[in-house]
């Protein structure tokens, strides 16, 4: 089991950048593939980007392709998301997930297992 917890969130401006951070616990960070996930007040929770056991692999949604960024660092066990270019909507809470990967470089849009318990993020326009 592992559990997360999430760090970085705030208030931006249009344009501007902000950097998330999910530390794990547990002794088998590297088992796990990782990901983020973003939920808009009146909106369903929907993925953002995925990353492999090792960070071999990448996987984003459309709307954040080319802004945003996930790394992973296991001695750390610790995944980051880069937030550039941020827009408006991109406003929401934004969680960290694990899904056990039994495959080195499997990376999937869900469902995950485990949550962290969120981190706001507002873009102003």
């Known amino acids: 089991q592992v559990q997360l917890v999430e760090s970085g969130g705030g208030l931006v401006q249009a344009g501007g950048s902000l950097r998330l951070s999910c530390a794990a616990s547990?002794?088998?960070?590297?088992?796990?593939?990782m990901a983020w996930f973003r939920q808009a007040p009146g909106e369903e929770r929907e993925f953002v980007a995925g990353?492999?056991?090792?960070?071999?692999?990448?996987f984003y949604a459309d709307s954040v392709k080319g802004r945003f960024t996930i790394s992973r660092d296991n001695a750390k066990k610790t995944v980051d998301l880069q937030m550039n270019s941020l827009k408006p909507e991109d406003t929401a809470v934004y969680y960290c997930?694990?899904?056990?990967?039994?495959?080195?470089?499997?990376?999937?849009?869900?469902?995950?297992?485990?949550w962290g318990q969120g981190t706001q993020v507002a873009v102003s326009s």
């Open positions: 990353i492999s056991r090792y960070g071999g692999r990448t």
């Open positions: 997930a694990a899904k056990p990967a039994q495959i080195e470089d499997a990376v999937h849009s869900g469902p995950y297992d485990y």
């Open positions: 547990g002794r088998t960070f590297s088992s796990y593939q």
